[in-house]
Each structure stands twice: as structure tokens, then as C-alpha cells.
């Protein structure tokens, strides 16, 4: 808590530091240069901003996820409740941090807080609606804790569109296998074969790269529970 102490501080300066920035800026701005250049110091500012609180979620997740794999590696999901407010800050200064929606969402499961699971899986995809990782975790969630089967279904097809984005092919590689049940127990054997054929690519694509897959939990967002 301190560690999150400290980086809430940080961005509380550095938030200051761009407001009282840009109240400099307009200071300097003189009248005749009207609307359009005090627009220009706006949005100047708000880069700036978006580009700090970034940085400081970057920073936070950093430091959590290595305690997460490492030390806690072998602690279930559910007891490593210690993350969930640095979660809930990474998310708010960073609604594309991907891996915090879902480590939060099954943290949350585990702990039998399912409404609030299934909120944060939902909000994740708002956020990022092309986000192969997301989808497939609410796709899961759906299956486990929501609307049942049909729901599941409904989702997992969207994770096979072309616009789906992934980190890599191995992450790609991890949550395919989960699509494929998902179809396989909805009958749908004709989405079931599409997910097997492309994983099928995947393994002559990504080869050796493969056998490091288990020790990789990066790549997939949601630890072995």
C-alpha cells in the first residue's frame, strides 16, 4: 500500500505541474491570438496528461505483476486479494491496461464477488472492444458466472473476426483452446473447426516459441487458478 501511496503522489505532482503549466501558458498567451491558441495549450496539456497517467499505471502494474508471477506464483488467484485496489487505480489511469481487467475479474470471482467479476470483464471490453484477451475473458466469465452457454457463445465468435487484436500469437495461442470448448459444448462444430484450424497455424507459426508458453503468464492475463 505504501508502493501505491507513493505513485498516487507522484501523479498528484505531476498533475500540477501540467495544470500549473498550462495556467503559465495562458499567461503568456496574448489576447489578440484569441480561442484558437488557448485550444492549442488544451490539448497540449491533456497529451501530456494522458501520457503521465499512462506512465503511471505502467509503473504500478509493473510493480505487482512480477510479485504475482514470482513470489506468489504458487498462491491460488483468489487469495491474492492484496492487488485489487492497485488493480482498480491501473484501470482508472489506464482503461487499456488489458491484463488488469482480467487478473481483477477473476480475483473478484474467486472471492465470490461475481456481479462485481462480471462488471469489470464488461468494462474491459467497453474499453478495449477489439481486444482479443477481453473477450475471450468474458466469454468465460459469461459461461461460468453470467447469462450461461448461449451468452458465451455470442462473444467467443467476436474473438474470431479479423479487426481482433492480440500482444502476440502466443497469447493468441492460450485463449483459443478456451473459444474452442466453449463452441464445442454449444454444438457449434463449425466454429470449433475454425478455431482448431487456426490453431493449427499457429503452432507451425510460432514453433519453438511455444515451449516456453507455460512459463510465460504474461502473454495470457489471467494467472493458473
Known amino acids: 500500500m505504501r508502493d501505491v501511496q507513493r505513485y498516487i503522489g507522484v501523479v498528484v505532482v505531476c498533475l500540477a505541474l501540467?495544470?500549473?503549466?498550462?495556467?503559465?501558458?495562458?499567461?503568456?498567451v496574448?489576447?489578440?491570438?484569441?480561442?484558437?491558441?488557448?485550444?492549442?495549450?488544451?490539448?497540449?496539456?491533456?497529451?501530456?496528461?494522458?501520457?503521465?497517467?499512462?506512465?503511471?499505471?505502467?509503473?504500478?502494474?509493473n510493480r505487482i505483476d512480477p510479485v504475482?508471477?514470482?513470489?506468489?506464483?504458487?498462491?491460488?488467484?483468489?487469495?491474492?486479494?492484496?492487488?485489487?485496489?492497485?488493480?482498480?487505480?491501473v484501470i482508472a489511469l489506464d482503461p487499456h491496461q488489458e491484463q488488469a481487467y482480467s487478473v481483477g475479474s477473476w480475483i473478484l470471482a474467486d472471492?465470490?464477488?461475481?456481479?462485481?467479476a462480471l462488471v469489470m470483464a464488461e468494462r474491459g471490453v467497453e474499453a478495449n472492444p477489439h481486444a482479443?484477451?477481453?473477450?475471450?475473458?468474458?466469454?468465460?466469465?459469461?459461461?461460468?458466472?453470467?447469462?450461461?452457454?448461449?451468452?458465451?457463445?455470442?462473444?467467443?465468435e467476436r474473438v474470431l473476426n479479423d479487426d481482433?487484436?492480440?500482444?502476440?500469437?502466443?497469447?493468441?495461442?492460450?485463449?483459443?483452446?478456451?473459444?474452442?470448448?466453449?463452441f464445442r459444448q454449444a454444438d457449434r462444430d463449425d466454429l470449433d473447426a475454425l478455431v482448431q484450424d487456426r490453431?493449427?497455424?499457429?503452432?507451425?507459426?510460432?514453433?519453438?516459441?511455444?515451449?516456453h508458453e507455460d512459463h510465460d503468464h504474461d502473454h495470457d492475463g489471467v494467472p493458473d487458478h
Do not use: C
Not at 501540467?18 to 503568456?28: C, E, K, R, S
Not at 472471492?111 to 462485481?116: I, L, Q, T
Not at 490453431?199 to 515451449?211: A, C, P, Q, T, V
Open 68 to 89: 504475482m508471477h514470482g513470489y506468489y506464483g504458487s498462491t491460488p488467484i483468489g487469495e491474492q486479494r492484496y492487488m485489487l485496489s492497485t488493480i482498480s487505480l
Open 164 to 182: 481482433i487484436e492480440w500482444l502476440d500469437g502466443i497469447q493468441q495461442h492460450q485463449w483459443y483452446p478456451l473459444l474452442g470448448d466453449i
Open 111 to 116: 472471492n465470490g464477488r461475481v456481479e462485481e
Open 199 to 211: 490453431l493449427e497455424r499457429l503452432d507451425e507459426e510460432l514453433g519453438d516459441e511455444l515451449s
Open 30 to 61: 496574448p489576447e489578440a491570438s484569441g480561442a484558437e491558441t488557448n485550444e492549442a495549450v488544451g490539448r497540449a496539456a491533456s497529451s501530456y496528461l494522458t501520457g503521465i497517467k499512462t506512465y503511471a499505471a505502467a509503473a504500478l502494474w
Open 132 to 156: 482479443g484477451l477481453l473477450l475471450s475473458n468474458l466469454a468465460q466469465m459469461e459461461y461460468l458466472y453470467g447469462e450461461g452457454l448461449d451468452a458465451a457463445v455470442v462473444i467467443a
Open 18 to 28: 501540467v495544470f500549473g503549466g498550462q495556467a503559465m501558458a495562458d499567461t503568456l
